[in-house]
């Protein structure tokens, strides 16, 4: 059974830093391209940025180009997501998700991030 636990939010000032992890089990984590996704307050959840199997190719929404970085280490199942300057606007539930037909419906908790003063 595919499990993704993701974690690392908190509330943050604009301008602070916050590193996210996402614990990947019951699959080959290295076979599969991971992708974050973020749920805004009333809003849809969106995609932020996605990753290859290896690690070699990202692919990020421009608003948040420049500001996240995306890694895995997988040798340790986990994805991350390293975001430097935050802002209000990226105030959401943060999820990661596997980018395969067979495990997309696959969802964590995901883990609330507030960029507040």
């Known amino acids: 059974q595919v499990q993704l636990v993701e974690s690392g939010g908190g509330l943050v000032q604009p301008g602070g830093s916050l590193k996210l992890s996402c614990a990947a089990s019951?699959?080959?984590?290295?076979?599969?391209?991971m992708r974050w996704f973020r749920q805004p307050p009333g809003k849809e959840r969106e995609l932020v940025v996605g990753?290859?199997?290896?690690?070699?190719?990202?692919n990020y929404a421009d608003s948040v180009k420049g500001r996240f970085t995306v890694s895995r280490d997988n040798a340790k199942n986990t994805l991350y997501l390293q975001m430097n300057s935050l802002k209000p606007d990226d105030t959401a539930v943060y999820y990661c998700?596997?980018?395969?037909?067979?495990?997309?419906?696959?969802w964590g908790q995901g883990t609330q991030v507030t960029v507040s003063s």
């Open positions: 998700n596997v980018d395969s037909w067979q495990y997309r419906h696959v």
């Open positions: 019951g699959i080959t984590f290295s076979m599969y391209a």
């Open positions: 990753i290859s199997s290896r690690g070699l190719g990202t």
